[in-house]
């Protein structure tokens, strides 16, 4: 298995603009997260869904912020406006079902200038 | 509500001496506690769990942890550090719900 899959590694963009991060979760995981890394904040647990659906999403910072997840092999996180204080790591992250053991993505390092 | 606090911010050691890096825990219930690592510019690696049975759980890459109830610790070891260990370690716990909290990290610094 290829692991859990995210793009775009990098993004750079300008204040404003939108931004989609995308990840491809482990076969067979049915669950997903969305973290955010920030030096000052740490690891922020953004949503979660299980069987492609937000379970929690309390850690959305705001309405910019909105997450989906069509199928169970596919979850997008936009963020519209984009702004320079969301620059971060943001990971997606798939759990073994039996035990919650999360595997993460590479993650995606977003900069807004 | 459960919390992971890990009191080091940093932890240096030589190349061949032990490692310790400390996590206590705050969980209602039974406690399903995990190590992962993250090396630069890289996601998060699981490196052991601890989810019942034996308080010694062995893991990934020579490390260890030891469950200790009384003390609501899981801290992680390793005799014999090596230079590649230097990375930055999370401690996470969760309960009987998906959400697994995590602390704030440990950076180890292993000097040759």
């Known amino acids: 298995d290829a692991g859990v899959i995210q793009s775009p590694r990098h993004e750079v963009t300008e204040m404003g603009q939108e931004v989609t991060l995308r990840c491809k979760p482990i076969?067979?995981?049915?669950?997903l997260f969305w973290y955010r890394q920030t030096m000052m904040r740490g690891l922020e647990l953004l949503i979660y869904?299980?069987?492609?659906?937000?379970?929690?999403d309390s850690g959305m910072p705001e309405d910019r912020f909105s997450a989906k997840m069509p199928n169970a092999s596919f979850s997008t996180l936009k963020i519209q406006p984009s702004e320079p204080r969301d620059s971060a790591v943001y990971f997606c992250?798939?759990?073994?079902?039996?035990?919650?053991?999360?595997?993460f993505g590479e993650g995606s390092r977003l900069t807004v200038l | 509500a459960q919390s992971v606090a890990q009191p080091e911010d940093q932890v240096n050691v030589a190349e061949g001496n032990p490692l310790t890096v400390k996590c206590t825990y705050s969980?209602?219930?039974?406690?399903?506690l995990f190590w992962y690592v993250q090396y630069p510019n890289r996601g998060l690696q699981f490196l052991l769990k601890?989810?019942?049975?034996?308080?010694l759980v062995k893991g990934s890459y020579g490390f260890e942890a030891e469950f200790n109830k009384s003390q609501t610790s899981f801290h992680l070891k390793k005799p014999s550090a090596l230079v590649s260990d230097s990375a930055l370690y999370f401690c996470?716990?969760?309960?009987?719900?998906?959400?697994?909290?995590f602390g704030a990290g440990t950076t180890v610094t292993v000097r040759a």
């Open positions: 992250a798939s759990p073994l079902p039996s035990t919650g053991e999360l595997f």
């Open positions: 076969s067979g995981h049915n669950s």
């Open positions: 869904f299980n069987n492609n659906v937000p379970i929690d």
């Open positions: 969980v209602s219930g039974n406690p399903y």
């Open positions: 601890y989810i019942t049975g034996d308080n």
């Open positions: 996470a716990v969760r309960s009987n719900d998906y959400k697994l909290s």
